[in-house]
C-alpha cells in the first residue's frame, strides 16, 4: 500500500511539474498601470488642484487663529473679560470651522481617489485579460504576489498601454 501511494505521489508531482512548465505566466503590477495611465493622471491633477485651493483656504484660517493666539496673549491681561471671552469664541469658532473644513476635504480627496479606482478596475482587468488572450498567457499574476519575477515577464507597461487605447 506504500508503494502505491509513493508511486500516486511521485506520478502526480510528476504531472504538476510538466504543467507548470507549459505554463505562461506574466505579473502586473496593478497600482502602477493604474497610475501611468494618462486618465489617472489628469483626475490626479484636477483633484490636487482642488487640495491646493482648499489649502490655502485652511492656511486662511489657520493663520487667523494665530492671530487671535497672538492677542490673546499680548493683550489680554489688560483686556476686559467680555473682550477676551469675545476673542476665545472667536478663536474657538475658527478652530471648529478649521477642523471641519479639514475633516470634509479628507472626505472628498479620499471619496475622489475611491471613485477614480472603481472607473479604472474594470479597464485594468479587460487590459490584461485582452493582453493575456493575445500573448497566450496562462496566468497574470500581480507583482506584489510574486517573490520572484524575470524582468520580461513584467506586463505592467503594455497594461498602461492598452488602458490608454480604452475610451
Not at 501511494?5 to 504531472?15: E, G, H, N, V
Not at 496593478?30 to 501611468?36: L, S
Not at 477676551?84 to 469658532?93: A, F, I, P, S
Amino acid at each position: 500500500m506504500k508503494t502505491i501511494k509513493a508511486i500516486l505521489a511521485t506520478a502526480l508531482f510528476a504531472f504538476t511539474m510538466n504543467a507548470a512548465a507549459e505554463m505562461s505566466i506574466a505579473v502586473v503590477d496593478p497600482i502602477k498601470a493604474i497610475g501611468e495611465t494618462a486618465l489617472f493622471k489628469e483626475r490626479s491633477e484636477k483633484i490636487q488642484a482642488d487640495i491646493e485651493a482648499q489649502g490655502s483656504k485652511l492656511r486662511g484660517l489657520r493663520e487667523e487663529v494665530m492671530a487671535i493666539e497672538q492677542r490673546l496673549k499680548k493683550d489680554g491681561m489688560t483686556m476686559s473679560k467680555d473682550d477676551q471671552k469675545k476673542l476665545v469664541d472667536e478663536r474657538d469658532g475658527k478652530m471648529i470651522e478649521f477642523q471641519s473644513m479639514q475633516q470634509v476635504l479628507e472626505k472628498r480627496v479620499k471619496q475622489d481617489r475611491q471613485e477614480l479606482i472603481q472607473l479604472m478596475e474594470p479597464k485594468l482587468e479587460q487590459a490584461v485579460a485582452e493582453l493575456a488572450g493575445d500573448a497566450g498567457f496562462d496566468l497574470v499574476l500581480n507583482s506584489q504576489a510574486a517573490l520572484f519575477h524575470e524582468a520580461g515577464v513584467d506586463i505592467t507597461e503594455q497594461v498602461t498601454q492598452k488602458i490608454n487605447q480604452m475610451k
